[in-house]
């Protein structure tokens, strides 16, 4: 009984014999084929140099944070370039002059970007450079930075001046208004370095009170700088005697077009306001003036 069922559950008809022997080919052929691959396809040549390049250089970053002892983690051998977003790799050097020598020129030879930035402020007040040597009264500049620097200073024949900005600085309204009004700033079209020349502002609070003009699409009054997130009012107060608003520059809101994501970008608009201005508009038609929308409740 047990031969017979043996017999027949182990028999094969001739087709199945063939199928049998065919997926065994099959599979065979498919786990001998990767084998073959080498010969049938061309290696490509990897080009390490790009990638021995940037190992040095990350060699030599290193090298130079150890031996400042890692003071200048904050990107002072990155060298940073003023184009947002770009670095170079190391510093440079060559022959500058460091009383017309811009942030960027202080910059690429490896000088933090505050530090250079107080430079021109410096510069921006009146001060000067006299000899190379001057360039160790720097404020933010390392001992090294001074001795690598000063045989690439190159300063023009500049006559010794003695300038008054202080006296400038604290110089009550009417003095300034008769003897300095050409040096008064238009708070509309002065960019950072025409705020950082003023008294007590920073790169910081330059950049605060441009971005803030720039939501409210220009500064009607002096006063509104006042406004500005992290301005001192003993600061503004300083200020202020040397500032001007130009109302041509202001950039004005369409009532009659502007949306309401338009509307509440403006600092002095929130949400609530700008949606009643834009629903009154779509239920009674156009604005004739601007003094319509007092109708809103």
């Known amino acids: 009984m047990w031969q017979q069922f043996l017999k027949d559950y182990f028999s094969f008809t001739k087709k199945e014999r063939w199928g049998i022997i065919s997926i065994v080919a099959i599979i065979l052929l498919l786990i001998i084929l990767p084998f073959f691959f080498p010969y049938f396809t061309k290696k490509e040549k990897t080009d390490a140099s790009q990638f021995a390049k940037e190992i040095a250089q990350l060699r030599y970053d290193t090298s130079l944070k150890k031996a400042n002892g890692n003071k200048f983690d904050d990107g002072y051998y990155n060298d940073y370039t003023p184009s947002p977003g770009k670095y170079i790799s190391k510093p440079e050097v060559f022959f500058f002059d460091p009383n017309t020598a811009s942030v960027a020129d202080w910059i690429r030879l490896g000088i933090k970007p505050r530090t250079a930035e107080t430079i021109q402020k410096y510069i921006a007040k009146g001060g000067k450079f006299y000899k190379p040597e001057d360039i160790k009264k720097i404020y933010g500049i390392s001992q090294k930075d001074v001795e690598r620097l000063i045989p690439y200073v190159s300063i023009k024949e500049a006559k010794k001046e003695y300038p008054h900005y202080e006296q400038k600085e604290y110089a009550d309204k009417k003095s300034f208004s008769k003897n300095s009004v050409n040096l008064k700033t238009d708070i509309n ?109």
Do not use: C, W
């Open 189 to 297: 079209e002065a960019d950072t370095s025409a705020f950082i020349a003023l008294p007590g502002i920073g790169s910081k609070l330059a950049k605060r009170i441009i971005s803030y003009r720039e939501k409210l699409g220009g500064f009607y009054s002096v006063d509104q700088i006042s406004e500005t997130y992290f301005l001192p009012d003993s600061t503004f107060q300083k200020i202020k005697p040397y500032l001007v608003a130009d109302s041509k520059a202001i950039k004005k809101i369409n009532i009659n077009s502007a949306t309401i994501e338009e509307m509440k970008l403006h600092p002095y608009i929130k949400y609530n306001m700008a949606n009643a201005i834009f629903q009154y508009r779509q239920q009674h038609g156009n604005y004739n003036s601007v003094a319509e929308i007092r109708k809103i409740i």
